[in-house]
């Protein structure tokens, strides 16, 4: 089992950051931060592999970066230069799968958070 907690959601003015932190009981080898808006599908954001490698979505390429603390098991999410369409509940997530082709698709990840909401405001 792996218990996942967001933190570091909020409400931040168009072009404005945050940074969302995951506490993880344990980091698999595969992480990553999924978005969903009420009514739409949860979509993937940005994942890491534990060799360090990562993978992003187009629409948030050269604003988020994702990262991991593996001594205290904590993934970041840095997410520059915000806009209203990035407004969702983002949420992390671990998988347990030891290689995946593509790392921002929901069903190889079995472990969830509860969830952070980010607002951007224009």
């Known amino acids: 089992q792996v218990q996942l907690v967001e933190s570091g959601g909020g409400s931040v003015q168009a072009g404005g950051s945050l940074r969302l932190s995951c506490a993880a009981s344990r980091l698999r080898d595969y992480m990553g931060w999924f978005r969903q808006a009420p009514g739409k599908e949860r979509e993937g954001v940005a994942a890491i592999k534990s060799d360090g490698s990562t993978t992003y979505a187009d629409s948030v390429k050269g604003r988020f970066t994702i990262s991991q603390d593996n001594a205290k098991k904590i993934l970041y999410l840095q997410m520059n230069s915000l806009e209203p369409e990035d407004t969702d509940i983002y949420y992390c997530?671990?998988?347990?799968?030891?290689?995946?082709?593509?790392?921002?698709?929901?069903?190889?990840?079995?472990?969830w958070g509860q969830g952070t909401q980010v607002t951007v405001s224009s």
């Open positions: 997530a671990a998988s347990s799968a030891i290689w995946l082709g593509y790392p921002l698709t929901r069903a190889p990840y079995n472990y």
